[in-house]
């Protein structure tokens, strides 16, 4: 069974880093595509970058390109998202996914079945 436990997000000042992590459980070497999310009051879900657990091709939405960055720790099964320069416009709630099967990109949120319980991010200008 696939569970996946975020860490928590934080609050910082615009220009600000924060780093997230999920620990999954349940997600084979390979054979899986994961996913950060994010979804702010009143807009759809948006697939910000995704990776495929074991490779290196990733996505990333053209909101966050230049600033984010996924990585993954297989011999710890945690997935990352490094967050650079963060804007107010980042403000979300940011979910990890995991599907099995190969990446879409974008990647596309009824594609995943598993989701952690979400982590808040606020930046304030």
């Known amino acids: 069974q696939v569970q996946l436990v975020e860490s928590e997000g934080g609050s910082v000042q615009a220009g600000g880093s924060l780093r997230l992590s999920c620990a999954a459980s349940g997600v084979t070497r390979s054979g899986y595509c994961m996913a950060w999310f994010r979804q702010a009051p009143g807009k759809e879900r948006e697939g910000v970058a995704d990776?495929?657990?074991?490779?290196?091709?990733?996505y990333y939405a053209d909101s966050v390109k230049g600033r984010f960055t996924i990585s993954q720790d297989n011999a710890k099964n945690t997935l990352y998202l490094q967050m650079n320069s963060l804007k107010p416009e980042d403000t979300a709630m940011y979910y990890c996914?995991?599907?099995?099967?190969?990446?879409?990109?974008?990647?596309?949120?009824?594609?995943?079945?598993?989701w952690g319980q979400g982590t808040q991010v606020t930046v304030s200008s």
């Open positions: 996914a995991a599907a099995r099967g190969f990446c879409g990109r974008p990647p596309a949120h009824d594609f995943f079945p598993y």
């Open positions: 990776i495929y657990v074991g490779g290196v091709s990733t």
